[in-house]
């Protein structure tokens, strides 16, 4: 059985940064980060292969985010800057059994999803 972990939400001012992490049980994965507000669909946000070697932004967080990750843990990071308002939602990290140098954007093409971890940032 495979499980995500998430942890690192919370509560931070616009300008400010959090990271999240994302620990995995059993083999390597592509891995990916979504986040979904109220009353919104779930989004991609960013996706990094198995290897590390390819990642994908969404263009709303291009330049502020960056997805990166730790093999020898098993664990995935996402490193949040610069945050705004609009980047409150529910953050979640996913895995897809796809073996892909492509990382794939869309929730469905994801197997294994965390429990989810709160993100606010006020004005």
């Known amino acids: 059985q495979v499980q995500l972990v998430e942890s690192g939400g919370g509560l931070v001012q616009a300008g400010g940064s959090l990271r999240l992490s994302c620990a995995a049980s059993?083999?390597?994965?592509?891995m990916g980060w979504f986040r979904q507000a109220p009353g919104k669909e779930r989004e991609f946000v960013a996706a990094i292969s198995w290897s590390g070697g390819s990642t994908n932004y969404a263009d709303s967080v291009k330049g502020r985010f960056t997805i990166s990750r730790d093999n020898a843990k098993n664990t995935v990071y996402l490193q949040m800057n610069s945050l705004k308002p609009e980047d409150t939602a529910v953050y979640y990290c996913?895995?897809?059994?796809?073996?892909?140098?492509?990382?794939?954007?869309?929730?469905?093409?994801?197997?294994?999803w965390g429990q989810g971890t709160q993100v606010t940032v006020s004005s």
């Open positions: 996913a895995a897809t059994a796809s073996y892909s140098l492509v990382v794939p954007t869309q929730p469905q093409s994801y197997n294994y």
């Open positions: 059993g083999r390597r994965f592509s």
